[in-house]
C-alpha cells in the first residue's frame, strides 16, 4: 500500500516505455521467438500469436525453419554433430556438468589445464586464464588490472563489458574516437603530460583498450598504428578479440595474425569462446607474471563457479581442429570458407547498391536502414523470406543509422548467400534501401 506520495518507488518505476514500445515494434521479427535446437546454418523459431503484444510469450506450437545470418557462428562449430559434438559427449558422461566449486577451491581440473595451455600456444602468449563467461571476463579482468590512479584510454565503441569493468576498477577513463588513431594520439598528449614536464607520468599505470574486430560496425581495429603509439607513448594495450579470434587471420589467430604482428606487443589478448569457437566463456592471455597475478587477484575466479567440462571440450576440440591436430585440413578449409563467404556478400550487397559498413576482411557485416522505421519493415520481410538477421537501433546505435547485422559463417553455402542477396534485393526494392544503382559492373 506504499505509494509516491510516501516516496517510495517500486524497482520498475523508472523502466522506459521507450524500450515497451520498440519491443512491440519489432512484433514481426526473429528475436521475439524463441528458438528450437542448435544455432548453426540454419535456425527454428517458435512462431507465436500475431496479437500477442506482451513482453511474455504465447506460443502457436508451430515453427519455422530460418536461414540463420544471426549467429555469431563463424567457423560453423556451433552443431549438435561431428568431431566437436562426439567428444563433448563422452566428456559429459566422464566429467558431468559441473565442477561445483570455484578454480580455487576444488575446480581446477586436467581439462581447464589442457584449454589454458591450447589457448596460449594458439594466441601466441606464455600463459591464459580462462572464465565461465565472456562478459565477466572483462567485467573482472579491468579492476584487477588498474585501479585508482590509472588511466584507461577506451575506443568510444568498445563493448559494454569493457566499459562496465573499467568503471568497477575505479581508474579515470578516457575515450577516444572510434578507430580513430590521431584521436588517440590527442587523448595521449593531453593527458599523459598534463602540462607536467615530459619525464613526469601523473598516472600509476597507462592501459588503451581496443577490439579486434567490432561487433555493430565490423571494422577492424588498426593494430599496426596503435603499436607504434605504443612505443612512442609506452602505455599498456588491452585488446578484446571476442569477434576476431578464429575469424581473422590465414591462422584464424585473430589480429595480431591478420596484421602479422608480433603477439608480444599487446600485453593482454582478451576473448571469449561464444562465438568461433560455438562454445561459453573467455579467456585472457599475457605474460606467466601478469597471468599469474590474475589467477589470484580477479575475483571473477576466485568466487565464481569454472567452466564447465562440455564447454570446456568444445573449446579443446574446436582449437585442435582449427590448428589440424584433428581431421586434419579441415580447420583451415573453415577459415578459407569463412574468408570467401564475408568478401562474397560483401560484394554482392554493395553490387545491389546497399550501404554496409566495416572492413572488407570482416564476417560481421551492416547493412544501412538509416530510418527506425525500416527496422521492423526489413525484419519483416527476412522473416517472409525464412532469413533471420539481427536488426539493430538507437540506443545501440544513433537514432539515423539503424542497421540490420548479417553474421557470415563457414558453415553457409554460396547458395544460402545467393539466397539472402535475392531476399535483400527484393526487400531493398519494397523498403528503399538501395542507395546507388551498385557499384561498377553490378547487376
Ligand atoms: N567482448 C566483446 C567485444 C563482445 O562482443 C562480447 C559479446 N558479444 C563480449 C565481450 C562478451 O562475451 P560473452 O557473450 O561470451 O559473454
Known sequence: HLSARDGYAPLN???????????????????????????????????????????????????????NMSSYNYLGFAQSEGECADAVEAATKKYGVSFASPRGDAGTSELHVEVENLVAKFVGKESAMIFSMGFGTNATTF????????????????????????????????????????????????????GQPRTHRPWKKILVAVEGLYSMEGTMCNLPEIVALKRKYKFNLFVDEAHSIGALGMQGRGICDYFGIDPAEVD?????????????????????????????????????????????????????????????????????????????????????????YGHDDSPIIPL??????????????????????????????????????????????????????????????ILQLKFSSGIAGGK
Open 268 to 356: 593482454i589478448l582478451m576473448g571469449t569462446f561464444t562465438k568461433s569457437f560455438g562454445a561459453n566463456g573467455g579467456y585472457v592471455a599475457g605474460d606467466k607474471a601478469l597471468v599469474d597475478k590474475l589467477r589470484v587477484t580477479n575475483a571473477g575466479t576466485l568466487f565464481g563457479e569454472a567452466p564447465s567440462p562440455p564447454v570446456l571440450v568444445q573449446i579443446s576440440s574446436a582449437l585442435r581442429l582449427i590448428i589440424g591436430e584433428i581431421a586434419p585440413g579441415q580447420g583451415q578449409e573453415r577459415l578459407e570458407r569463412l574468408a570467401f563467404n564475408s568478401r562474397y556478400l560483401r560484394l554482392g550487397l554493395k553490387r545491389l547498391g546497399f550501404i554496409i
Open 143 to 194: 579492476p584487477a588490472l588498474v585501479g585508482k590512479g590509472c588511466l584507461i584510454i577506451s575506443d568510444e565503441l568498445n563493448h559494454s563489458s569493457i566499459r562496465f569493468g573499467a568503471r568497477l576498477s575505479g581508474a579515470v577513463i578516457e575515450m577516444f574516437k572510434h578507430n580513430n588513431i590521431n584521436d588517440l594520439e590527442r587523448v595521449l598528449r593531453e593527458r599523459i603530460s598534463q
Open 368 to 429: 544501412l536502414l538509416y530510418n527506425p522505421a525500416k527496422i521492423p519493415a526489413f525484419s519483416h520481410e527476412m522473416l517472409k523470406r525464412k532469413i533471420a538477421v539481427v536488426v539493430v537501433g538507437y540506443p545501440a546505435t544513433p537514432l539515423i543509422s539503424s542497421r540490420a547485422r548479417f553474421c557470415v559463417s563457414a558453415a553457409h553455402t554460396k547458395d544460402d548467400l545467393d539466397r539472402l542477396l535475392a531476399a535483400c534485393d527484393q526487400a531493398g526494392d
Open 13 to 67: 518505476s523508472d523502466f522506459d516505455n521507450f524500450y515497451i514500445r520498440r519491443l512491440q515494434l519489432r512484433i514481426n521479427d526473429c528475436f521475439r521467438r524463441p528458438i528450437t535446437g542448435v544455432p548453426g546454418r540454419f535456425i527454428t523459431l517458435l512462431d507465436r500469436k500475431s496479437d500477442d503484444f506482451n513482453l511474455s510469450f504465447k506460443m502457436t506450437g508451430t515453427t519455422t525453419e530460418t536461414l
